[in-house]
């Protein structure tokens, strides 16, 4: 199992590199955020590698940072997630941005990335909030009434007041589950009412 790469940077795109080891060229795949930290061409490197071995293809996955293999691994580990498909997600955003956005339940941010869905979406965050040490137990995705625009725009607009995740989770699914047809405008009133108390 290859876990470490070391030689010369031959090629690369941002979607995936060549490293030259003693005449042999290793094709490796990576995210936007590795490729930002590559050097130029035919300098060496030091890769953190995760070789993909299935019954009619090996891949491997390249990594500048180890932050950013953990997440990959812990990706992979979920049901429906392939190497390729947890590579795309790790594009998205920096490593620290995605753990922030899965800490706070950030279900639409995951479901407009290509191969995920709001169920997939929700998923990710549930199987993967106990690998996080700051994430609480009541720390959820935000599930209720996904779809609904008023729901997320009074959820952005508590944030911004300095709730936290926690709270205004709370506070939303208790006002929507009486009554999901309210608008932003009521919604944020009975929000600060339940806050404020």
């Given amino acids: 199992m290859i876990?470490?790469?070391?030689?010369?940077l031959i090629d690369k795109n941002p979607s995936d590199i060549i490293i030259d080891i003693n005449g042999v060229g290793y094709l490796c795949y990576i995210s936007n955020n590795t490729y930002d930290d590559l050097p130029k061409l035919n300098k060496n490197i030091s890769?953190?590698?995760?070789?993909?071995?299935?019954?009619?293809?090996?891949?491997?996955?390249?990594?500048?940072?180890?932050?950013?293999?953990e997440l990959f691994l812990?990706?992979?580990g979920i049901s429906?997630?392939?190497?390729?498909?947890?590579?795309?997600?790790?594009?998205?955003?920096?490593p620290n941005e995605f753990k922030r956005r899965l800490i706070?339940?950030?279900?639409?941010?995951?479901?407009?990335?290509?191969?995920?869905?709001?169920?997939?979406?929700r998923r990710i965050i549930v199987e993967l909030k106990d690998k996080f040490s700051n994430y609480s137990d009541n720390d959820m995705p935000i599930e209720s009434n996904q779809e609904n625009e008023?729901?997320?725009?009074?959820?952005n607009a508590l944030k911004s007041l300095g709730f936290n995740h926690n709270?205004?989770?709370?506070?939303?699914?208790?006002?929507?589950?009486k009554n999901n047809n309210l608008s932003t405008e009521d919604i944020?009133?009975?929000?600060?009412?339940?806050l404020k108390k």
Wanted: contains cysteine; glycine residues 6%; charged residues 20%.
């Fill in 80 to 94: 429906g997630i392939g190497p390729k498909t947890a590579i795309n997600l790790l594009s998205s955003v920096s």
């Fill in 188 to 194: 944020i009133k009975e929000s600060l009412k339940l």
């Fill in 3 to 8: 876990v470490n790469l070391r030689g010369k």
């Fill in 167 to 177: 709270e205004i989770n709370k506070c939303l699914s208790k006002i929507i589950n």
């Fill in 47 to 69: 890769i953190l590698i995760y070789h993909q071995i299935s019954e009619n293809n090996q891949s491997l996955y390249a990594f500048s940072q180890k932050t950013e293999k």
């Fill in 150 to 155: 008023s729901y997320r725009d009074t959820y």
């Fill in 74 to 76: 812990m990706l992979i």
């Fill in 104 to 121: 706070a339940g950030e279900v639409e941010m995951l479901s407009s990335l290509p191969g995920i869905g709001p169920k997939t979406a």
